[in-house]
């Protein structure tokens, strides 16, 4: 199978509604094409895939791919309110990152995060404030553990 033939194969079952994990196992099963969930992830976000209308009839929103996961973690009282970090996995993955996102810490301070190709985390804070030691740790924490979730890594 060359690449084009793949990357076909690849939009056309996304855009049948396959979600990524399955895409990689119909590669190997049916094509016997093996391709990490990370790779599939960034030559997905490349392909010509109706990203909207899948969203739609899944119910997804504005984003791409699986799901936006926001939990709360050390200090919620599990009634809804807020009184941990919330990391959120973006699915349009920024230029130049494998992974990237958004972050509430504890603390108020919001800021955009990202991996890059070499697993170099990265945070580009908004507004004046910045994350204190105690808020990266939590953060960290909570990355590690979505991701794990998510196949991406742990």
């Known amino acids: 199978m060359t690449e084009q033939e793949r990357n076909r194969y690849i939009a056309e079952k996304l855009n049948e509604g396959h979600s990524l994990s399955d895409v990689q196992r119909l590669l190997d099963e049916e094509c016997g094409e093996k391709i990490t ?14 990203w909207d209308r899948i969203d739609a009839e899944q119910g997804k929103g504005e984003q791409i791919v699986e799901d936006v996961t926001k939990a709360p973690v050390a200090g919620g009282d599990g009634e809804g309110e807020q009184s941990g970090t919330v990391v959120s996995v973006s699915k349009v993955v920024r230029p130049g990152a494998v992974v ?14 990202y991996v890059d ?12 404030g910045r994350p204190d030691e105690e808020d990266i740790m939590e953060f960290q924490e909570e990355l590690q553990r979505i991701l794990a979730e998510q196949g991406m890594g742990g």
């Open 117 to 128: 190709s070499y697993g170099r985390l990265g945070l580009n804070p908004q507004g004046e």
């Open 37 to 50: 969930f990370m790779e599939l992830r960034l030559l997905a976000a490349e392909l010509e895939v109706d």
């Open 100 to 113: 990237s996102g958004d972050v509430t810490f504890k603390s108020g301070i919001q800021a955009e995060w």
